[in-house]
């Protein structure tokens, strides 16, 4: 089928199997890397997207589903060119918290806290553990990546 | 600069999705491949057939008969074959491979991959594998088998008998398997190149450790060396991508070279959790003479049985870091220690951080909190009385100075007095959010953890590091890889730091066996510590040879300014020890580490009395480092080390079918940690430095797992009076401990 969505505020149509998964058709067909496969079933959340604003695991989402809609990536949350980017404040933060180890669930973690933000921009650090506990990490305990998204929005002077 | 909490080097990278890991990268015409892998625990391979009703014409197959040089998996002892012939020894085992050009063509030709077995009978227990059938490695099975002995333990318990002011108390503990869950699967991609000479070879790019290890096991595969190793960003190793990536390349490398094309092989989440190495199970029995007064350890006598799985890995290496760890942080002055390493047909175990010491130390832990339950004691006061102190010997007779044991006890005692600040701690509500009854306990556990290689290790090994001035910048050339840790953002740090030039001006170079000098394994605590002391010494001979061309000796930057040449300057350094290491391999006596780590733990938590659940609130540790050359990613190590211990501790079950094959082999339900379940976690860095290390860094990465699993252990039996002495402490595991109490 003839698909057309927004990636990362660029309008792609692209030719895809309806059931294909997202994440494959980000990965292979758009070369959209950054989101990650850890499991395929929705338990990691290194595949975590935004669909229209909502965190999902796209590696759990049929294509089809996103006809019409607004997908969002890791790739989308910096603005400007690569090397001479500005960062979102949740990706600052963590570099400068130490939130990112090996990395690999870095992007997942970077979509589904941007979300939280967009609504809850000072959030509890129960909050931030509530809204991130669909994403999971072996290297940091957590701790660097609740200081860095409860903070993220913070040290603009809330 | 050494101290400074600089951003990580790869971090830019890392948050804008730009890092390339191995299954970001998809050659031109590349083939997508698969496993097929036994279904028996013990088999014999009486054919193997393609299903000719299968269309097979863009499908290659290799089978054992497809190896150009030797079946094996070069590691400690050749008793792992790449691929079976003949013989299947576990579950999971790799029979044949496939690739096709989609992934989907890969996984269906494998179910018509037709392979005859015979099944043998299977061993599982490993209390019936010494001297046992079916024989499985060597004459008995036995992998390993170390006896340490310091003093007199056989007169210590004989004196005991009858001797009112001691008491010889025993217990058996039990830990289970774990697996190291990298968030990225196991994976590589072999492609094809032309060597400088022109010379036809293959370049293996993938997630791994040990970028070395790859090329002796793929040498000895392929009959030459025509080839190089490059570690793609890697998603996380903890141990499991230290020797298990040797078999994926080689996987990847036969497919190629019989396909003539780029092959790339990554594993299915399931498959991977089947397939690869957990940490070693292990039943441990312990008896002790101790002072009926204190608890003082008069003598200890220590027997652990861990189960290697069907081939060896590196299980002889944590056979002998349990041994020589088993007594926990204390003195005794009577030891036996005995462990025995023997085969079963399950899939190998191997490396997973801590390397036996999470597993001995979690059994010195509860019998230290046995002999107090015995004694009517405190269980921190029997620690206090054990604790070493500086002169203290070893079991292995070395004698420790500068010891970090009650600094780091009083360290975390002092922060966990602290209230949390507010806006802290709580986590996730017990009892599905219903009025739960909870019972709360702080627990405490100690640790000491030998840094780097056990004995002549090091000095056998001479790890090597190079550093170039390449212009005016430099470049650290190691095969030490980050997996996570830092060692990109290190490096540099200790290179500025010597050179007194800026951290940005020096860079690290990927790890391609092509360009780096072997610099020995990531592995054992020891990248920072060992390999960094090697580029330590690289700075300074580097700034020597610039000196001797220079004619002067004097600020980094006028040294440059006085070059005539713009020639690349490269130094080569390697490990050399100070000589006052003496080691006996054959005995276990003598200075087993360069130094040890101190490490103390306490946990807050509360259980759920009606469902068993353990709820962690908070986590305190307090670490001896030696020296944080970064405080951010040293406390990062910890952090992350201390929520994987909790995992084993509560949540972490490798349930094995009557196959020996991991049952739960998804995410679902093999349950590691999730933020909601992560404590509020407080990391106290105690710097006690140690002169052999770059800046008196000590080696970190394994200690944080040591012990937090103990002092949950504790913080259970004091919220509850429940004595869980087996690990992982399940749910259902509490409740019956529970029940026992009654």
């Known amino acids: 089928m003839i698909l057309r969505f927004q990636v990362n505020a660029t309008d792609v149509e692209l030719d895809v199997l309806p059931m294909a998964r997202l994440l494959d058709v980000l990965r292979e067909d758009l070369r959209l890397t950054g989101s990650k496969e850890g499991c395929g079933e929705g338990e990691c959340g290194a595949c975590t997207v935004l669909i229209d604003g909502r965190a999902v695991n796209s590696c759990l989402v049929p294509v089809f589903q996103v006809a019409g809609a607004k997908v969002e990536t890791v790739e989308g949350l910096a603005s400007g060119l690569h090397g001479h980017e500005r960062l979102h404040p949740v990706q600052a933060a963590f570099l400068e918290h130490g939130a990112a180890q090996c990395g690999i669930c870095t992007p997942g973690f970077l979509v589904a806290a941007a979300e939280l933000l967009a609504h809850t921009p000072h959030p509890t650090r129960l909050e931030v553990r509530e809204a991130l506990a669909g994403n999971l990490c072996r290297c940091t305990g957590y701790q660097k990546i609740v200081d860095a998204v409860a903070n993220a929005l913070g040290r603009q002077g809330s | ?742």
Request: glycine share 10%.
């Open chain 2, 1 to 742: 600069m050494i101290g400074e909490g600089l951003v990580r080097a790869d971090g830019q990278a890392k948050v804008t999705g730009r890092a390339v890991y191995v299954d970001d990268v998809r050659p031109e015409g590349c083939l997508y491949a698969a496993t097929v892998r036994s279904p028996f625990a013990h088999a014999r391979i009486t054919g193997i057939r393609l299903d000719p009703d299968f269309d097979f014409s863009d499908v290659t197959v290799v089978t054992a008969a497809d190896i150009p040089g030797e079946n094996v998996v070069a590691l400690m002892t050749d008793d792992q074959p790449a691929l079976a012939d003949k013989v299947v020894r576990h579950v999971m085992e790799p029979v044949a491979l496939v690739a096709a050009p989609t992934r989907e063509k890969a996984l269906a030709a494998v179910s018509h991959i037709l392979v005859d077995y015979e099944p043998l009978p299977a061993l599982f227990d490993p209390e019936r594998s010494r001297g046992h059938e079916p024989s499985l490695f060597g004459s008995d099975n036995v992998y390993s088998h170390i006896t340490l002995v310091h003093g007199d333990p056989d007169g210590a318990f004989a004196s005991a008998e009858g001797n009112a002011d001691v008491r010889i108390i025993e217990g058996t503990y039990r830990v289970g398997l774990q697996e190291q869950l990298y968030i990225e699967p196991q994976g590589m991609i072999a492609t094809h190149r032309v060597d400088a000479e022109g010379a036809p070879g293959l370049t293996l790019f993938g997630s791994m450790q040990c970028p070395f290890y790859v090329v002796k096991a793929l040498s000895r595969v392929l009959g030459h060396k025509r080839f190089n190793v490059v570690q793609a960003v890697t998603g996380g190793g903890f141990g499991g991508k230290e020797e298990y990536p040797s078999l994926v390349a080689i996987h990847a490398a036969l497919l190629a070279l019989k396909s003539g094309k780029s092959v790339k092989l990554i594993y299915r989440r399931d498959e991977d959790l089947r397939a690869t190495t957990k940490r070693h199970p292990c039943r441990l029995r312990y008896r002790t003479v101790v002072e009926v007064r204190t608890g003082r350890l008069l003598a200890f006598d220590g027997h652990m049985l861990f189960d290697g799985g069907a081939y060896n890995t590196l299980s002889p290496v944590v056979n002998s870091r349990g041994v020589i760890h088993a007594v926990g942080p204390y003195r005794c002055e009577n030891v036996r220690s005995e462990a025995l390493m023997v085969a079963t047909n399950t899939p190998p175990n191997g490396a997973f951080r801590g390397f036996g010491a999470p597993q001995v130390q979690f059994a010195a832990e509860r019998h230290l909190d046995r002999i107090a339950r015995e004694l009517g004691l405190d269980p921190l006061d029997v620690r206090r009385v054990n604790l070493y102190r500086d002169g203290d010997l070893t079991p292995t007779g070395q004698t420790l100075k500068d010891i970090g044991a009650k600094i780091v006890l009083e360290a975390a005692l002092e922060r966990a007095q602290r209230p949390l600040p507010p806006g802290n701690g709580s986590g996730r509500p017990g009892g599905g959010g219903q009025a739960a009854r909870l019972a709360a306990g702080r627990g405490l556990a100690l640790a000491w953890h030998g840094c780097g290689f056990t004995g002549n290790g090091e000095a056998n090994l001479q790890g090597k590091a190079d550093l170039a001035l390449e212009g005016r910048d430099l470049r650290v050339y190691t095969s030490s890889t980050d997996i996570g840790q830092g060692t990109e953002t290190i490096f540099p740090q200790i290179v500025a730091a010597a050179l007194g030039i800026g951290v940005g001006r020096v860079s690290v170079a990927p790890p391609d066996t092509d360009l780096v000098p072997d610099s020995g394994p990531t592995v054992a605590s020891r990248t920072a510590m060992v390999v960094g002391g090697v580029v330590l010494k690289a700075a300074q001979a580097l700034r020597a040879a610039l000196a001797s061309e220079v004619g002067f000796d004097g600020d980094f930057d006028a040294m440059l300014d006085a070059r005539t040449s713009d020639a690349v300057l490269r130094v080569r350094e390697q490990y050399a020890d100070d000589g006052t290491l003496v080691w006996d391999p054959k005995t276990y006596r003598g200075d087993a580490y360069p130094t040890f780590g101190w490490s103390c733990v306490i946990v807050d938590l509360e259980v759920d009395l009606d469902t068993g659940e353990v709820l962690y609130r908070r986590l305190v540790q307090a670490t001896d480092v030696g020296r944080a050359l970064n405080p951010v990613l040293a406390s990062g190590q910890l952090e992350g080390g201390a929520l994987q211990a909790l995992g084993y501790a509560t949540s972490e079950e490798v349930v094995l079918d009557e196959r020996g094959c991991m049952r739960n082999d998804r995410l679902t339900n093999y349950i590691i940690p999730t933020a909601l379940d992560a404590p509020e976690m407080e990391t106290v860095l105690i710097e006690i430095p140690f002169a052999g290390g770059p800046f008196g860094a000590k080696g970190i990465g394994e200690i944080p797992h040591d012990v937090p699993h103990a002092a949950v252990a504790q913080a259970i039996e004091r919220a509850t009076g429940a004595v869980l002495d087996r690990l992982p402490m399940m749910p259902e595991r509490v409740m019956a401990a529970l029940e026992r109490r009654r």
